[in-house]
């Protein structure tokens, strides 16, 4: 058997489109664009690229993007007196504060302190609260975690009643998507650094989401024949082919994989574009709700 491949890449195009639409009509009804803060602290690299491509995805789709860069040693106070002068700004309907902050400073209080209505990364105490209870619906949901289950609401992978296997536990991407799935009346197992038997676990799920991190790990005899595979993770693994030294691969062995698995996200082009999509499509429902 070979999977179908579920392309993350054009799947999140069309997200981009459709949100570009809306944000054009919005000012056709002369309305504000909508807005979007990013805050940076320090200068890891890799935060910097994705607050980059978020604010470039913005221009691109007729937001405003607001970027405020503060220092490595910034303190509690001026990060949470930012918070708070974006919270009263009219112009900004999203707050993104890029993760992981600096050790000294509280992540969780600067998350609780985002307006609820302008938390378009879903990660606010309130949201997730939300999102685990029974009945409540958050009002953002978690971008990457929520494009995992758009690929397999896209493609057509049934969830209500489905063994759903999570690997990974994080606050940004395995526990979020495992309430999600829950959500949806998937059955879940969350599994994690010390998860015993684990390709046992994995080869009874109808649908993997791969998010811990560690290139090409799970093996394709993990794979239960037909299971959707969701890989989250980006890694990359050194390739003398490559002008660069190396390529980026995922959690799972895609090579083996597709030989069993129905449906797969690969890696580049699968789970990676759809956390931006996710997030101007959380903006633009962000503008929305500050509209009323
Ligand atoms: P974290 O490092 O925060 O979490 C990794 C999780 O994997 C932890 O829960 C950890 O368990 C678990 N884990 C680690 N090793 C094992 C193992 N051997 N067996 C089982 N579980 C294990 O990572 P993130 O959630 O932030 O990211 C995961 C991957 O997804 C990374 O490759 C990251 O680059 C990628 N990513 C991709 C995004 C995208 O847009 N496509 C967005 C965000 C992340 P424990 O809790 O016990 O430590």
């Not at 902050?101 to 879903?122: F, M, T």
């Not at 971008?143 to 896209?154: A, F, I, M, N």
């Not at 693994?237 to 490559?242: G, I």
């Amino acid at each position: 058997m070979t999977a179908q491949i579920i392309d993350g890449k054009a799947i999140a195009q069309k997200v981009r489109e459709e949100v570009a639409a809306a944000v054009a009509q919005r000012i056709a009804a002369g309305k504000q664009p909508p807005g979007l803060a990013t805050v940076l602290v320090g200068d890891r690299v890799d935060s910097a690229t994705y607050v980059a491509s978020k604010q470039k995805a913005c221009q691109e789709l007729g937001m405003i993007s607001f970027h405020h860069h503060l220092p490595a040693n910034v303190s509690q106070e001026e990060l949470e007196a930012l918070v708070r002068d974006l919270n009263a700004d009219r112009r900004v309907h999203g707050i993104l504060v890029q993760l992981p902050l600096p050790a000294h400073l509280n992540e969780e209080r600067v998350l609780s302190l985002i307006n609820i209505e302008k938390d378009v990364d879903g990660f606010s105490p309130l949201n997730i609260g939300r999102l685990a209870q029974k009945g409540r619906e958050p009002l953002f949901v978690p971008c990457t975690p929520y494009g995992c289950v758009y690929l397999l609401e896209q493609a057509g992978v049934p969830i209500e009643g489905a063994h759903a296997v999570v690997l990974g536990r994080s606050n940004i991407v395995g526990m979020p998507a495992a309430l999600l799935l829950i959500g949806k009346n998937a059955t879940v197992t969350i599994c994690h650094s010390h998860t015993r038997n684990l390709p046992e676990i994995v080869r009874q799920a109808d649908i993997l989401i791969a998010a811990i991190g560690k290139a090409e790990f799970v093996r394709g005899d993990w794979i239960k024949p037909g299971a959707a595979v969701i890989d989250v993770g980006i890694n990359s693994k050194p390739d003398p082919t490559k002008k660069i030294g190396y390529r980026l691969v995922g959690d799972v062995n895609f090579e083996e994989a597709k030989e069993v698995a129905g449906f797969i996200t690969p890696v580049p082009g699968g789970v990676g574009p759809m956390t931006i999509a996710m997030l101007m499509k959380n903006t633009l429902r962000a503008a929305e709700i500050q509209d009323v």
